[in-house]
Structures are given as structure tokens and as C-alpha cells.
T-cell receptor, first 113, second 110 residues
Framework: DAGVTQSPTHLIKTRGQQVTLRCSPK?????VSWYQQALGQGPQFIFQ???????QRGNFPDRFSGHQFPNYSSELNVNALLLGDSALYLC????????????FGPGTRLLVL | KQEVTQIPAALSVPEGENLVLNCSFT??????LQWFRQDPGKGLTSLLL?????REQTSGRLNASLDKSSGRSTLYIAASQPGDSATYLC?????????FGDGTTLTVKP
């Protein structure tokens, strides 16, 4: 079992550009959540996908959007990048149950110049 | 607003010490609480998950407790080792999302 995988591992963009990050959940998991982690802070919840729909959203602007595919993999898209979007973006997967542990991927480090 | 606070922000101990990391949260109506470890620049590794109906969980040298009435959780690490050096994060899990503290960065000196 490969666990949760994310790509790319690192990314450098300039202000105003758009970026797409990808996540493959752990085998058997159907729910994917995305988090943004700024340096020295805890992860902040962006949104969660289940059954190809956004189920819950944190306090992030509409520039942040996502998608879930039938195979449960997911993408995070960020438009009109700002310097403040520089962070580690983490994907977590779990079964759709509040009782279950979330498993996190290694993250994608995004640097916006 | 649901908040999670971790104190201290950083902790340095000599090898072999037993230590306690603290996590406090507002709103006692949580579903569960999870402790994670994060190495520099890496993702999160789940250590322990305590369901809302439980009071503690143990794994090896780690023991986590949950007191919903006081809004507190503690992570106890026995006989600390240099390999335990990392940032430890707690997260309360509610319907659909987890809310994290900013972590405690632990350094265990040989």
C-alpha cells in the first residue's frame, strides 16, 4: 500500500499564475481533504471531497477550488496566486467516517515569487 | 470559533526524560482528537486517535489522554530518545474537518 501520494513535491510559481496540485488517497479511502500549512503554523483546512462533491469548506477564498475523480483522487487548484499562498499543501484521506484516522501525504511545497 | 492551543511552543529535554505535551481546545463537543508527528518539511504521521467516548490511548512509549469536560488532551512520551525530536501537533476532528494547534517542537538532546 503506497499510502497517500501527492505531486509534485515542490513547485515555484510567480504571482498571478495558476497551479494544480494532485493527490491519490490511501487504498480503500474515499474521502480527501486539503490543508494549507504556513511555516511555523498548524495546517488550516481548505476543503473536503467525498463522492466527487465538495462537502465542507474552510475559510479560503474562491481562488481555491478542487475536484475529485471517480477513482477518489483529487486536485487542488489555486488561481491568481499571491505571495501569501506560499505554503506546504497537505492532502489527507480517510474513509467517510468521523471515527476514522486521517492519513496525510508528504505534501507539496509551493513557493510564489 | 473552535480553537486549539498547544503549550509550550518549544521544548528541549535530555535523553531519557519523560515528558508531557499539552493541547487545549474550546467547545467540548468534539468527535475525536488526534495527535500527529511532523518532521521538518515533511507530512504528518498519525500517532494516536482518541475517540470522544474514550479517555486515553496508548502506543508503545506514547500515551494520550482526553478530558472533554476541561477541554484538554495530553501526550505523554516515556523515556524520550533523540529520534523523538520533531513537531507534535494535536487536532480536534469535527464533522468533516480537523482543526490543528500550531504544534510543540520537541528537541531531545543525547
Amino acid at each position: 500500500d503506497a499510502g497517500v501520494t501527492q505531486s509534485p513535491t515542490h513547485l515555484i510559481k510567480t504571482r498571478g499564475q495558476q497551479v494544480t496540485l494532485r493527490c491519490s488517497p490511501k487504498s480503500g479511502h474515499d474521502t480527501v481533504s486539503w490543508y494549507q500549512q504556513a511555516l511555523g503554523q498548524g495546517p488550516q483546512f481548505i476543503f473536503q471531497y467525498y463522492e466527487e462533491e465538495e462537502r465542507q469548506r474552510g475559510n479560503f477564498p474562491d481562488r481555491f477550488s478542487g475536484h475529485q475523480f471517480p477513482n477518489y483522487s483529487s486536485e487542488l487548484n489555486v488561481n491568481a496566486l499571491l505571495l501569501g499562498d506560499s505554503a506546504l499543501y497537505l492532502c489527507a484521506s480517510s474513509p467517510f467516517s468521523i471515527e476514522e484516522t486521517q492519513y496525510f501525504g508528504p505534501g507539496t511545497r509551493l513557493l510564489v515569487l | 470559533k473552535q480553537e486549539v492551543t498547544q503549550i509550550p511552543a518549544a521544548l528541549s529535554v535530555p535523553e531519557g526524560e519523560n515528558l508531557v505535551l499539552n493541547c487545549s481546545f474550546t467547545d467540548s463537543a468534539i468527535y475525536n482528537l488526534q495527535w500527529f508527528r511532523q518532521d521538518p518539511g515533511k507530512g504528518l504521521t498519525s500517532l494516536l486517535l482518541i475517540q470522544s467516548s474514550q479517555r486515553e490511548q496508548t502506543s508503545g512509549r506514547l500515551n494520550a489522554s482526553l478530558d472533554k469536560s476541561s477541554g484538554r488532551s495530553t501526550l505523554y512520551i516515556a523515556a524520550s530518545q533523540p529520534g523523538d525530536s520533531a513537531t507534535y501537533l494535536c487536532a480536534r476532528k469535527d464533522a468533516g474537518k480537523s482543526t490543528f494547534g500550531d504544534g510543540t517542537t520537541l528537541t531531545v538532546k543525547p
